[in-house]
């Protein structure tokens, strides 16, 4: 009996998803410089970020007056109205990334993936015409299992922050980091990353909590804001500790997590630092000295959580760079419409030129807004979803001067 047991147990270990037996080892942590792996070897992070998915991006549409979420969706109300605009949404988010998307990254040679997302998936607000504070489980645990079934580890970045922790579009704020000049604001951050960390604190596939993607933009006073930035951290850190002693927590330095001199000692034992690069000088190790110095100071880990949106040489010489002095990576982005600086790609729809058109026009007041209403709203809306069917992963096409470039296949 017990030899039977043996032989079932291993046929059906046989039987397991090679993701699934990957990441049965524990938790991903950390030990002085290094991140490590459920193997107890370093891991070093090679993967991309799911932009424009949980926070629509305007300049992912190919728009340019309407750049964040919110502003986005104004502009879709106002073609199709509430009900339709909710339908889209709700296909958008169910369409533009799903399992075949996950499998794709994980046969590139990847080995994780950043999540960005907006914490209004978790609370009681209207967020793409959608009001439902579970909202994001339910996105959010989809991907995370396939990724468990694939092998894929995962980031959860919240992008955008009550208040605004940038002062720019990417947040969808309002134009200023008010979560730094409210208290309110960031309790409520630190206890929806609790409910967050409460509900992943034992799903390995989850590598870790970005706690605040690009905090502090270059448009205001470093003086005023950045002493806020670390104390806004150890109160989220406080709030994930109560429920999850797990997992590894990624704080990005201030000015769109490009300055960590806002930091001191670390405070916490499962800390990863991160910065973002774009449009720099790509070889030499000077370009990222500050964050070597900042990481043999402290001796704790740093990480590159997000770059490109570059040309195939840029991209492949500054992945060079990262990994010659042991810098793990997440690329930006995954996906983006009528793109080479990116993994996939997909078309244009017919008559798309017409919606991109619209939202260039004023529309301040009602009296605009009726001005710059289409002849015909039928072709927007088709566009609109045509958008949706595009981005489908079976419509998509590799990039594969930028995908070998990473090193990875195509």
Known sequence: MNKFRLQL?????????????????????????EIIGADNKPFLIRGTNLGNWLV???????????????????AILELLGPEE???????????????????YLKASGMNSIRIPFNYRIFNNENYLEQKDPNRGFELLDRVVGWCKQEGLYVILDMHCAPGGQTGD????????????????????????????????KNETTVMGYDL????????????EFNPSLEP???????????????????????????????FGTPFDSKLVYQFHKYWTKTTGKEVIQDYIDFRDKYNVP???????????????DFKKTLEENNIGWHYWPYKKMDNTKGIVTFNVPANYDKLIAYTQLPREDFAA??????????????????????????NCKPNTGYIQALDLKP
């Open 56 to 74: 629509p991006e305007g300049y992912m549409f190919k728009f340019t007056n309407i750049n964040a979420p919110r502003l986005i969706n104004e």
């Open 302 to 316: 740093i990480y590159c959580g997000e770059t490109g949106e570059n040309t195939d040489q840029w991209v492949g």
């Open 232 to 262: 806004t951290y150890k109160q989220i850190t406080a709030a994930i500790r109560e429920v999850d002693k797990n997992h590894i927590l990624f704080l990005g330095g201030a000015q769109w997590d490009s300055n960590f001199s806002c």
């Open 9 to 33: 147990f291993f046929l059906m270990t046989l039987m397991l998803p090679f993701g699934a037996m990957a990441q049965q080892g524990g938790f991903i942590t950390t030990k002085g410089k």
């Open 85 to 103: 605009a909710g339908a889209f949404w709700k296909k958008y988010q169910d369409t533009y990334i799903t399992a075949a998307d996950i499998h």
């Open 212 to 223: 605040l993607n690009e905090p502090i933009a270059t448009y205001f006073d470093k003086n």
């Open 369 to 394: 807004i009726r001005k710059a209403a289409p002849a015909d709203r039928e072709a927007l809306k088709k566009a609109l979803f045509d958008f949706i069917d595009y981005s489908k992963f079976e």
């Open 169 to 200: 579009n990417i947040d969808d704020g309002y134009g200023y980091p008010f979560l730094f000049k409210s208290p309110a604001m960031r309790e409520l951050t630190a206890n929806i990353w609790r409910r967050i960390a409460d509900h992943y």
